[in-house]
C-alpha cells in the first residue's frame, strides 16, 4: 500500500492547479482531472480545497466527483488493465478473456492486487470495435485480444 | 524523395502501427535511404491495418496488414516503387471495400497528415469555411437545411433547422457544442475524424458558429480516446496559429474559438442535457426539456449540440452546395452516413454510403460475414440502446424511418455482428444492466426500471414463471420507453424487446432450449 500523502501537502498541490484552471467556464471537471493526474485519484483532502475555490458546496464536489466513473477514490495500482465489456468486443469472445483476466490476476473489475501491482478496470468501448476484444492497458491500445494475449498482459502486469 | 503513410490512429495503433513506422524507419537508415514518412489516419479498413501505403509513381500503393516481421521483406520487395510483396493490396482506391464507398464527410481521412493544415487545403479544406464567410449567416443555414443534414448523433434532428433556432434567439453570448461522447459500443466514427482529420471538424464548428452568432466551441470529448484529444488538441493550437480560428476566422469580422473538454466516464454525458451540465461542471444529471439547448443550453445560453458527424459533414456542403449532398441519399435521410461494421465480423470497418444499402448487404456483402466463420445470428443497430436485428428482416434499408417502422434505430450507425454462438437472453440482460450503471438516477423508469429489469429476466432465465415474467418485462419496457426522461431508460427497451421478439427461443426455460438443440 502506498503511503497517503499528507493533507497539508495535499492542499497546497490543489491549490496549484485550482489556479491553472480557474479562468476556464465551468472548471470543476478540468480541475478534477488535473488533480487525478497529479495524485493518482481525487483525495478526500482535496474536495473542500475545491469548494472553497469555486464557491460550492462540498457535497456538490462529492457529488461530481461520486457521480463519474473516472475519478479514483484511492490510488490505483501500478498498472491499470481496462478491458472494454461492451457489445462488439462481447461478440468476440470478450466475456471468457475477462473471466480468463481476473483469474491470473486474482481481482475482480474495479479491483486492485493486495500488492498494489494493478488495478482492473472495465470500459464500456475505446472505439476498437472491429479489432475487438480491444484493452487499454496503461493508456496503451491493444486490439484482438486472444487468449495467450490476455495471459502476455498478466504476466506484464505483475513484473 | 519517396512518401511513406503509415496510420496512427488508435484502432491501427492496437494492431501495431507503432511497431510498423518504428520498423521501417530502422530499415530506412540502416539502407541508407532518404524517405519520409508521414503518420495518417485510419481509412477504416481494419482488417488490413496497418496499411502502410507508398507514394509511386502511379499514385498510391498499399499493402497491409503489415506486422514489424513483413518490414525486411517489404524493402527487399522494392515497396518504395510499388513492388509486388505477399503484403500487396494494389491501389487502395481499387480495394472493393474503399470503390464501393461514397466518400463525402470521410474525403481526407487516412490520406492527409492530420495535423498538417497545408495538406488539407491541398485535399480541399477550408473551401466550405472561405464560402461560409462571404455568406450572411441565413444563407449558411439556409443551405445546411437544403441539404436535408440530420443529426447523425442518432436522433436525426434536422440540422439546420435547429441552427435556425440557435440563430433567431437572442442572446450576445451563444455556444456550439460538439458532442463528441460516443460512448456507443460498435462506433468510431467521431474519433476516426477526430484522429484523421480534425481540421474539417473544427471548419464545421466554425461555420456552425458563423451561421448562428456563436462565437466559442466546446467539443466534449470522452476521456476513452486519449489520441483523439491529443490530435485535437494539436489541430486546434494549428488552427489558431493559421487565424482559423481567432478574433477573425480567415480574416473575417467573425471571431470564433474553442476548446476541448474531456469527459470522465459517463456513458448518459453523451445526452445532450447532461453533457451540457458535465460542461459546467456539474453532474451529467438529465435535464428536462423544455427549454431546449438551442434556447437555454450551455450556461443557459442559446447553444448549438450537434454530434461530430453532423459538424463534420458541414464544410463539404458548404463547400459543393446543398444540392450536391442532397442528390444523395433515399426519402427522408440525405446525404451520406458512415457505416461502423464491427464486432464479429470478416471485413470491420468504416464505410460510407449513401442512405439505403439494405442490412444484408452491409453485413454479408461488404462485413463478408463473421469473423469466426459461423452464421449470423443477430446485428445490433445503433449501439447498446439499438435493436437487435435477426437474418428476417435484412432486407431493410439503411434509412431513419425505415428502421424506425421496424422498432429499431440507426443511432450514431454502428452495426455489431453476432455469430450464432451469442444468446440473447445474455444480451437482452447486458442492456438492462448496462442502463442500471449508466443511469444519471433522475427518473424512476431509468434508474429503478432497469434494475427490476434485470432481476425479471433472470428469473426467466432461470425458468420461474416464464410467461409471467415476459409479460412482466414487456410491460416495464413500456414504462421505461414511455417514462423516461431521455434515451438512456427510454430505448433500452429497444434491444431487450427485440431480443425477445426475434428470438424467443433463446427465453424459454434453459432446460427446453438445451433439449431442443
Known sequence: MRMQQASTQIAARTAAIIAEHQGL????????????????????????????????????????????????????????VKL????????????????????????????????????????????LCACAPSAMVDGEVIGRLDAERIEEIAREVRA | MTTIYIPRDSGSLALGAEKVAKAVAAELAARRIDAKIVRTGSRGLYWLEPMVEVETSNGRVAYGPVRPSDVASL?????????????????????????????????????????????????GGLAGLEKAVAMTPLEIVQTVTESGLRGRGGAGFPTGIKWKTVHDAPGERKYIVCNADEGDSGTFADRMIMEGDPFVLIEGMAIAGIATGANKGYIYLRSEYPHAVATMNAAIEVARGAGVLGSGVLGSAHAFDMEVRVGAGAYVCGEETSLLNSLEGKRGVVRAKPPLPALQGLFGKPTVVNNVISLASVPIILDKGAAHYK?????????????????????????EAAFGMTLGEIIDEIGGGTASGRPVKAVQVGGPLGAYFPRALFDTPFDYEAFAARDGLIGHAGIVVFDDSADMLSQARFAMEFCAVESCGKCTPCRIGSTRGVETLDRIGAGIEPETNLALISDLCNTMKFGSLCALGGFTPYPVMSAITHFPDDFRPREVAVAAE
Open chain 1, 84 to 127: 472494454c465489456r461492451a457489445e462488439a468486443c462481447q461478440s468476440m469472445g470478450g466475456d471468457a478473456l475477462a473471466a480468463k483476466l481476473e483469474a491470473l490476476l486474482g481481482i475482480g473489475f474495479h479491483e486492485t492486487s493486495a500488492d498494489g501491482a494493478v488495478t482492473l478496470e472495465p470500459a464500456y468501448c475505446l472505439g
Open chain 2, 327 to 351: 442528390d444523395f441519399g433515399m426519402g427522408r435521410s440525405r446525404g451520406t452516413i458512415p457505416i461502423q461494421i464491427a464486432g464479429n465480423v470478416r471485413h470491420g470497418g468504416l464505410f
Open chain 2, 75 to 123: 524493402f527487399d520487395a522494392n515497396f518504395l516503387a510499388g513492388g509486388e510483396h505477399a503484403k500487396s493490396l494494389g491501389r487502395p482506391e481499387d480495394i472493393p471495400f474503399l470503390a464501393k464507398q461514397t466518400r463525402l464527410t470521410f474525403a481526407r481521412c487516412g490520406i492527409i497528415d492530420p495535423v498538417s493544415l497545408d495538406d488539407y487545403r491541398a485535399h
Open chain 1, 25 to 80: 467556464e465551468g472548471p470543476l471537471l478540468p480541475i478534477l482531472h488535473g488533480i487525478q493526474d497529479e495524485f493518482g485519484y481525487v483525495p478526500q483532502d482535496a474536495l473542500p480545497v475545491i469548494a472553497d475555490a469555486l464557491n460550492i458546496s462540498n457535497a456538490e464536489v462529492h457529488g461530481v466527483v461520486t457521480f463519474y466513473h473516472d475519478y479514483r477514490r484511492e490510488p490505483a495500482g501500478r498498472h491499470v
